[in-house]
């Protein structure tokens, strides 16, 4: 099993951790057995990673989440299942993949400022068709057509009657 598994009885003592969650926590079974968690964790019952097993106990039904923990700096999709005696949690750590996710978001937003501000009229195309997928403020203003108008053309419509057969030679 590559997931991490956590028991807590009724009083929110831990009952039960396998090596994955061990590994998650980067704290040894022996450690926690029989410890509340927050006498492990300080003011979780404030977190909503918490705040669902609460949710998942009283309820007494499945609850999933997915929300950073602080405390250890990790992203954590859980799948709570609760019984009269506790609950069980199976525990993803996601914090590569999250983190994977706000790098391509950082990236995305940092290209778009670029293409976005650049001072030079720029579009994106899609080849072979050579359709505008979007374009800058620089060529809606050198070029007078507004943006929903480019994304109507092609490159082939920007250049003049004595350019285009240059153009149908590449």
């Given at each position: 099993?590559?997931?991490?598994?956590?028991?807590?009885?009724?009083?929110?003592?831990?009952?039960?951790?396998?090596?994955?969650?061990?590994?998650?926590?980067?704290?040894?079974?022996?450690?926690?057995?029989g410890k509340i968690i927050w006498d492990v964790f300080p003011g979780v019952?404030?977190?909503?990673?918490?705040?669902?097993?609460?949710?998942?106990?009283?309820?007494?039904?499945?609850?999933?989440?997915?929300e950073y923990f602080e405390p250890l700096g990790r992203w954590f999709f859980?799948?709570?299942?609760?019984?009269?005696?506790?609950?069980?949690?199976?525990?993803?750590?996601?914090?590569?993949?999250?983190?994977?996710?706000?790098?391509?978001?950082?990236?995305?937003?940092?290209?778009?400022?670029?293409?976005?501000?650049?001072?030079?009229?720029?579009?994106?195309?899609?080849?072979?068709?050579?359709?505008?997928?979007?374009?800058?403020?620089?060529?809606?203003?050198?070029?007078?057509?507004?943006?929903?108008?480019?994304?109507?053309?092609?490159?082939?419509?920007?250049?003049?009657?004595?350019?285009?057969?240059?153009?149908?030679?590449?």
């Open positions: 099993m590559t997931d991490g598994f956590i028991a807590f009885d009724k009083d929110w003592r831990f009952t039960m951790l396998n090596e994955q969650s061990e590994q998650m926590l980067g704290m040894k079974a022996s450690d926690l057995l019952q404030t977190h909503p990673l918490f705040k669902a097993d609460i949710d998942a106990m009283q309820s007494q039904k499945h609850v999933e989440i997915e859980k799948s709570i299942y609760p019984s009269p005696d506790g609950i069980t949690i199976i525990l993803k750590d996601r914090t590569e993949v999250r983190n994977a996710e706000i790098r391509q978001a950082n990236s995305e937003r940092k290209y778009k400022l670029l293409f976005r501000n650049n001072p030079l009229p720029m579009w994106m195309v899609m080849w072979p068709t050579t359709k505008i997928l979007d374009v800058n403020e620089a060529a809606i203003k050198r070029y007078g057509y507004t943006r929903e108008v480019f994304l109507t053309m092609g490159t082939i419509d920007l250049l003049t009657p004595s350019e285009r057969p240059a153009l149908k030679m590449y």
